[in-house]
Structures are given as C-alpha cells and as structure tokens.
C-alpha cells in the first residue's frame, strides 16, 4: 500500500517537474522576443498533420484559415511582425511576416535564413529535388534546372497553350453556345496537364486522346499523368509497399506511377541513344541535355534525381497554376465590370478573331494584371517557412506608424505570412476589392510575393505567368464567364454568393471547392 502510494507521488512529482520545465521554457521562448503578441499555443504550426486553429492548442496557420483571415491577426497583434510561442514540439518561437521590408530582408538572404528542411522532407519522396534541398546541393540543383527554364521554352508553353485552348473550342465545345462547368477545376485542372505534358514532358496529348496505351505499356501516358498528379499526396503520405498492395484507388495510383516513371526512362533511353539530337525545349528535354552535357561526375544527376525533378515541377507548379487559373475565372464571373473591361484590353490588340501571338505577351498587361490580382487575393502557396541560422534583429512598425524592434535568436522560425503581407492595408488600398488595375499603376512591388523571391523564388514564374496570360487571353477574347446560376441560391445576397463560390480548401495548394461557371460563346 505504501509503496503504491510513493510511486504515485513520485509519478505525479515527476509530472509537475516537467510541466514547470515547460512552462518556463515557454516563458523564456517569448521573452526572448520582448514579448511580441501574436499566437500562444500548446503546438507549433509544425504539427502539419493539425492544419486547424483551436484557439490555445494550435495556430493553424497552413490551413485555409490563414488566407480567410488574412491581415486579420496582425491586425490584432498590433504589429507587422507576429510571435508564435508553442510548448511541443519544443518551446520555440515562430516570427511571422507581413513587413515588406523585412521580408525582402530575409528572402535575399539565402545563408542567414535557409530553409527549415523538415516541411520540405516529404518531398523527397520523388527522388532528389530542387525544391526539398538546402546549400550546396541546392546550389547545385538550381545550377543545372534553371537553364530549362529558357525564353524558348516559355515560347513553347504559349504556341501549345494556344493550340491547346483552340482544340478544346473546337472538338470539345464545338458548336455549342453555352457550356456548363459544374466545378471549374474540371476546367482547369485538364489544361494546365496539357501544358505540363508538352511544355513539360514534350508530349502533346489532346483533349479527345484515344485510351488505348503503346505496346509495353499498360496505361496511356495521359492517364498516367492525370493520377499521378491528382493523387501526389498518396505518394508523400504511404511507402511504396503499402501502395501497391493497398485499396483499389492506392494500386491504380502505384501502377501510374511506376509506368510514368517507365516513360520517363523511355524518353531518357530514346535522346540518349538518338543519333541526331532534335532541338526541343520542353523542361525535360532541356534537364536531359544539359545533364549530359555534364562530364564531371559529382554534377551530373542521376536518372532518379531527374525524374525527381521532373516531378517537383509537377508538383510545383502544376496545381498551383490550375488552381489560380480557377480563381481567376470564378472573380471574373463575379465581377461582370471588371470582365468587360479586360475583354476590351484584349480587343484592342486582336480586334479580328486571329491567333495571339507570344511576341505580343507584353501587350496583354491586363490579362497578366487579372493574374497578379487572383494571386494577390489567392495566393496558392500561403506561407514561406524560413530559420534563422544567426542571431538577428526585425525592425517593424504599427498602425500608427511607431518602430519596435524584436530581437531574433538562432533558431527562431521566420514564415513569411503571404496572405497578411497581400491584404496590409499600409500598402494596399481597400485589400478585399477585386481590382486589377492596381497593378497597372505603380503597385507596392515588395508587398506582393506570390512566387516568394530571391534566390530561392519560384524558378516557374515564367513558366505559368505564360500559360495563365495565354488561357485567360484567348478564353475571354471567345466566351463570356458567368456564375451558374442554381435555383436553390437564387435569394443570396452578393457577399454571400461571392463566399459560396470562393469558399476554399488546401489540398497541397488551395482550390475553390465548387463553382459552377457557365462560359457563352461572345
Ligand atoms: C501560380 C503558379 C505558381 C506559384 C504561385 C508558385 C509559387 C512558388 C513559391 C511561393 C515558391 C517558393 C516556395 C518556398 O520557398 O517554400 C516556389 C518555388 C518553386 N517553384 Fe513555383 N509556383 C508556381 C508555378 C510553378 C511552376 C509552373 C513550376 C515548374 C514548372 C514551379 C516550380 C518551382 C520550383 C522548382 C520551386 C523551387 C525553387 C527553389 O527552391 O530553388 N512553380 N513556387
Ligand atoms: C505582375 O506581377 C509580376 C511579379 O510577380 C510583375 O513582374 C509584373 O510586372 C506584374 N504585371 C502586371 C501587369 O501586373
Ligand atoms: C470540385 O473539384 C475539386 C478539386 O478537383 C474536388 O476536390 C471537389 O470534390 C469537386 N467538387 C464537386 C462538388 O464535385
């Protein structure tokens, strides 16, 4: 009995040891940034597999939630600057960022503040990749990508972009006049894995593709295409084991995968053994040429680091770019004016019915400012996680214009905080509006960051801001977007359906989660 009773005390003092470790750990955690307000919590925002905010117990800050509140809880912090002070995993401090200065500051300085490689670690799933590497190997890997990324390589992407948009006018909508697209990702998502296979992969694949798969193989490459890239997230969550033997969606997966992976190496083997190289900028191509180029054998990839690659750019850049595209499409349905006044920028340069061309790319400005105003209000990738490798300082500001300076010890997280740095209502003018011609006058270039920047910024920006400008130029210069309209909606307010069509959810980016559009032949 006795004894019993000493374990318990022992047991329950052990307890209360730990838990005033913690405390005061937690304490320390956030004098060691004078205290800064911003979010208190048991867990970090690390815990990724606890996206949610529950107030006390997580931030949730790599949720949705952190782009429906947007400046929101600066705004209540009171600063530019927020802290996040949490208990597990360890008592650390996360800084997060909506000071343009500041975050110039920290994106253009690679050494001071790399990437935290935890988030990124997933991805190495795919093999060996730009987007999952720090310091020397990063230097390396973007030494021998970057160049794929070429001016005739965006060329590429417009020219197929354009016939790619002409083939689903003409063999898929046909004659119709009006076409209903209950969920406009089905849209979306079918054009940007269009782009990606030929500007990508260098195989054009066309809306009406017939399903039978090349001698060898047992699923077409579309088809391969298309799972893989909608099911990434099966890939970075399972091993491969469990895959192959899992439910019938996780085998269909695995099989796409594998035999992706075996067109990879046919492509490979093929430009490897060719005779004559064909001169041909799709980025896969371009990777492999410049690979081989490589004599010196501690550069060069291997053919898994390249297909890891290859497959970063899918993840990178191939949700994202359709997801945008969807928002785009869903702002203008809801913005009728705002519509009419980019269908007549576009007229003013194809006044006839003809082909634009990529030479012309700088006239569309508008087309490219409707762009930049979905990636404002809508930026797919909504943090930007950073760690400080030396003791700093952040100089920021409040609303009245008053300096404080925080102190930012060794270690400290730094997330760059997309949505509060797009909706700082120091910089931008009535941030909830959709108004795209702000771009067309001089913006606040630094308090817009959709594609991060700096060394490590989106090496794809060419890429997508080509195939975007390119699809909304020649959709709205044919078809008129409008929002569905459903009977059951037919008393909303507009806030409400504005909210109904732009409501939200992340899978590895975020998507509108239903809209239905309607697009009429203009
Ligand atoms: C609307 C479309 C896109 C957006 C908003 C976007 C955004 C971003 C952002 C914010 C980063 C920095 C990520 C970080 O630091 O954690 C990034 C990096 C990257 N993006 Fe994009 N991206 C887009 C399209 C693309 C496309 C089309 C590709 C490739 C075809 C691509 C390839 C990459 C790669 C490889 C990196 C890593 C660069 C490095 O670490 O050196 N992205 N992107
Ligand atoms: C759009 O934003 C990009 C930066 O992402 C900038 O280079 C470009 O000039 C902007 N253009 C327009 C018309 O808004
Ligand atoms: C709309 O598309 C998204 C993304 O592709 C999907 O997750 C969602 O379930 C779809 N919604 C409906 C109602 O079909």
């Not at 838990?19 to 925002?45: C, E, I, Q, W, Y």
């Not at 295409?225 to 439910?247: A, D, E, M, Y």
């Not at 785009?328 to 634009?356: C, G, H, M, N, V």
């Not at 300096?403 to 060794?410: A, E, F, G, M, Q």
Request: glycine residues 6%; charged residues 25%.
């Amino acid at each position: 009995m006795l004894e019993d009773n000493r374990s318990v005390l022992l047991a329950a003092l052990v307890l209360a040891m730990f838990l005033l470790r913690k405390l005061l750990d937690f304490r320390r955690a956030a004098a060691s940034v004078t205290n800064l307000p911003g979010f208190r919590t048991l867990f970090s925002d690390r815990f990724v597999w606890f996206p949610y905010r529950v107030d006390g117990i997580s931030p949730g800050l790599q949720s949705e939630i952190n782009l429906y509140r947007k400046y929101q809880d600066f705004e209540e912090a009171g600063w530019d600057i927020m802290a996040g002070v949490s208990v597990f995993p360890t008592s650390e401090v996360t800084l997060y960022l909506a000071d343009p200065a500041v975050i110039k500051d920290v994106i253009g300085a690679r050494a001071r503040f790399p990437k935290p490689m935890g988030p990124y670690k997933v991805l190495l799933a795919f093999g060996p990749n730009l987007v999952a590497s720090e310091g020397e190997e990063w230097k390396r890997q973007r030494r021998l990508v970057a160049p794929a990324f070429s001016e005739k390589n965006n060329k590429l992407v417009w020219d197929e972009t354009v016939r790619i948009m002409h083939d689903l006018f003409d063999n898929v909508w046909g004659k119709e006049d009006t076409v209903v697209i209950d969920n406009i990702t089905d849209l979306t998502v079918p054009i940007t894995l269009l782009v990606i296979g030929v500007a990508g992969f260098g195989r054009r694949i066309t809306w009406n593709e017939d399903a039978v798969a090349p001698p060898g193989h047992t699923i077409t490459f579309k088809d391969a295409l298309n799972v893989v890239s909608r099911n990434l997230f099966l890939q970075v969550l399972f091993p491969h084991w469990l895959l192959k033997w899992g439910t019938p969606s996780m085998r269909r997966f695995h099989a796409s995968y594998t035999e992706l992976g075996h067109y990879m190496q046919e492509m490979i083997d093929a430009r490897r053994s060719a005779e004559v190289k064909e001169e041909r900028h799709d980025l896969f191509s371009s990777l492999l040429d410049a690979n081989e180029g490589l004599i010196d054998s501690g550069e060069k990839l291997s053919d898994i680091g390249l297909m890891g690659n290859v497959f970063i750019f899918m993840v990178a850049g191939y949700e994202t770019s359709a997801h945008t595209l969807a928002y785009a499409f869903i702002l203008l349905a809801l913005y009728p004016d705002e519509q009419e006044k980019l269908y007549q920028a576009i007229k003013a340069t194809l006044s006839d019915d003809r082909t634009p061309e990529y030479h012309e790319f700088s006239s569309f400005a508008y087309s490219m400012a409707v762009f930049n105003e979905t990636l404002r209000l809508f930026p797919p990738v909504i943090t930007i996680p950073k760690q400080s490798a030396e003791d700093a300082s952040f100089t920021t500001t409040n609303a009245a214009g008053e300096k404080r300076t925080v102190p930012v010890p060794k270690g400290t997280y730094v997330t760059v905080h997309t949505p509060g740095l797009h909706n700082n209502p120091k910089y931008w003018a009535d941030p909830d509006a959709f108004r795209p011609s702000r771009f067309l006058t001089d913006y606040p270039r630094d308090a817009f960051l959709p594609f991060s920047g700096g060394p490590r910024g989106c090496i794809g920006r060419g890429f997508t801001e080509t195939e975007s400008i390119a699809v909304l130029t020649v959709l709205i210069s044919r078809y008129r977007v409008e929002v569905r309209d459903e009977p059951q909606f037919a008393g909303e307010s507009f806030a409400q359906r504005r909210a109904r069509l732009l409501r939200s959810k992340l899978s590895l980016t975020l998507f509108p989660e239903r809209a239905p559009l309607v697009f009429k032949r203009r």
